[in-house]
């Protein structure tokens, strides 16, 4: 029997809404059938937590006096974005500062704004009739801000390839360090926890859906940046989905440095680790398998990171529980895996919305809008060389 948002929520507000996270849903599903689980299940609970580059935050400082229009901002020695009206910026987590590089960048000045440190604010600006003063110093707090959210423009990616290294040299890159000759393998999806793994079609996720974001309830503000409808369909019968993406949106007063962590990727960047989660109303049975795959059943491709190309060499597919096993076979040997995401923070997160889902902390929202459809990865047109 299918059922509706309104009637979930129903049993959400009575406290008889049956809640589960999606690890617990893909272990029913080896003992009863997906009909039962449709008919028993309210909610399903999902999650992530790992490295989202494309995060930030957009800050208000308030007018000193005499006012200034900043045009050139620095956080703690971290470039800001000025051309925000007078007083407003924004913050992205992967700029680095201007004196100690990639060590500290804007994710650890939003890390420090979470905890309560406080930040030095530099800023520098032209004078108008109504803007007289050139420039400031100051220390902010999160407390002392009048508005701190986080908008953060890619995350929640459904489904990330793996990276091997086929070259004879160690690469840093964004998917941690690939050891050379096929040494290792890295990947970063929390398989049958992704949240857009376990709505592929995003059937129930859309604009205005309500999340857990950063230790807070967050929002759904649009489609990611590089999101793809990609879907696969594979001879054995195996399908895989892979490339959308979600812009979330939330208050950062209410976040909690448990789930937004700033961190550097060696000889490569700093990033930010972010945990989110969708709370999945079960619709129908058609959902509920979908809800129920297991690591199983979820994969990913292989790809070769060693050649710093932006079409990579595939080597073959494989599913999340290889590579959770800690090894998966290429070329025709064992090669050790290791995840950038960390499970044991997704699980943390899926039982965390669960609990407040029973108790109607969290009810869930239907999409004021579907999400735009994207069939097509544009690459960059360049114009004049290929220069590195």
Known sequence: MAKTFEQINEKIKKGTAVVLTADEVARLAKTKSIEALAEEVDVVTTATFGPMCSSGAFLNFGHSDPPIKMAQLELNGVPASGGLAAVDTYIGATEPSLDRGIQYGGAHVIEDLLRGNPVTLKARGFTTD???????????????????????????????????????????????????????????????????????????????????????????????????????????GAEMYSGYTLA?????????????????????????????????????????????????????????????????????????????????????????????????????????????VKSGEFSLTQPVAPLPKTEKFKTMTMIGGEGI
Request: charged residues 20%; proline residues 4%.
């Open 130 to 236: 109504c803007y007289p003063r050139k420039e400031v110093t100051a220390k902010v707090t999160l407390e002392t801000l009048n508005q701190a959210y986080m908008f953060n423009p890619r995350n929640a990616y459904q489904n990330y390839s793996a990276a091997t290294n086929s070259t004879d040299k160690k690469k840093f890159t964004y998917m941690g360090c690939v050891l050379p000759n096929f040494g290792n393998v890295m990947y970063s999806t929390s398989g049958q926890l992704s949240p857009l793994l376990k709505d592929p079609q995003l059937r129930t996720i859309g604009i205005g859906t309500r999340v857990f974001f950063g230790g807070a309830i967050g929002y759904v503000a649009w489609q990611g940046t590089q999101a793809v409808n990609g879907y696969e369909k594979f001879d054995d």
């Open 248 to 356: 979330l949106i939330g208050d950062l007063k209410q976040m909690s440095p448990e789930f937004i962590r700033a961190a550097v990727m060696e000889a490569y960047g700093t990033t930010i680790f972010i945990g989110m989660g969708i709370p999945i109303p079960v619709l129908d049975a058609e959902l509920m398998a979908q809800l129920a795959k297991s690591d199983e059943e979820l994969y990913t491709h292989i790809y070769d990171y060693g050649l710093g190309l932006l079409k990579k060499p595939t080597y073959r597919r494989v599913s999340y529980a290889e590579l959770r096993s800690g090894s998966v076979e290429l070329n025709g040997k064992m090669v050790k895996t290791a995840s950038l995401s960390s499970i044991s923070k997704a699980r943390t997160i899926a039982e965390r919305i669960k609990t407040m």
